[in-house]
C-alpha cells in the first residue's frame, strides 16, 4: 500500500487542522483510491512512500504539494489528481513538447481523460461535475483541457487515454 506522510510547510500550526484532514482522507480513502487509479491506467504506483507538504499554494505532483484551504472535497478531488500525475510520470508516461506550457496541457488533457471517470468511481458524478467545475475556474489552461476530454463519451476518453499511452500523443 502506498504511505503519504504529511507535513507543515515550515512546521507552522496553522496547517495542522488540514494536515489532519489529508490524514484522515488518506486513511479512510487511501486504499481505495490507489485501486481505482491503478485499475482505471493499467498501471501500479513504482512508489512506495511519498511525503506532502500541506501549504498555501498551487498543488503540485513533484514535490507532493497540496493546498491547506482547500475545502474537504476539494482536498479530495487534488489528492487524486495529483497522485494521477506521479502514477503516470512513475511509470515514464508524459506526452512530450519542447513547450512548457504546452507540455501542461498535453499532460493535462491526458490524465483528464482517466480522472473525471475515476471521480465518479470513487466519490459519484455530482462530485466528479463539481471537482472539474472547480478545476477549470483555476486557469484556462485546466479549461481547456476539461473542455477537450469532456467533449468525448466515457468510452471514447478510455480508447483516447489508451492511445495517448501506447503511441505517446493525444
Do not use: C
Not at 474537504?72 to 495529483?82: A, G, M, N, R
Not at 506521479?86 to 515514464?92: H, Q
Not at 512530450?96 to 488533457?109: A, C, N, V, W, Y
Amino acid at each position: 500500500m502506498l504511505e503519504i506522510s504529511f507535513y507543515s510547510d515550515y512546521d507552522k500550526p496553522e496547517y495542522l487542522p488540514a494536515i489532519r484532514e489529508y490524514q484522515n482522507i488518506w486513511i479512510s480513502e487511501g486504499l481505495r483510491v490507489v485501486v481505482t487509479l491503478e485499475a482505471k491506467t493499467g498501471f501500479q504506483f513504482i512508489e512506495n512512500k511519498i511525503n506532502a507538504i500541506i501549504y498555501e499554494g498551487v498543488s503540485q505532483s513533484h514535490p507532493l504539494s497540496l493546498r491547506a484551504s482547500y475545502d474537504l472535497d476539494t482536498k479530495k478531488s487534488t489528492i487524486v489528481h495529483e497522485l494521477l500525475h506521479r502514477l503516470l510520470l512513475g511509470n515514464k508516461v508524459v506526452p512530450f513538447s519542447k513547450d512548457r506550457k504546452e507540455q501542461s496541457l498535453i499532460s493535462h488533457k491526458q490524465i483528464d481523460l482517466v480522472l473525471y471517470d475515476i471521480w465518479t468511481e470513487l466519490y459519484g458524478e455530482e462530485f466528479a461535475q463539481k471537482s472539474m467545475v472547480v478545476e477549470s475556474a483555476r486557469t484556462e489552461m485546466y479549461k481547456e483541457a476539461w473542455e477537450w476530454a469532456m467533449q468525448f463519451d466515457k468510452d471514447e476518453r478510455k480508447v483516447r487515454f489508451e492511445k495517448s499511452i501506447t503511441e505517446r500523443k493525444l
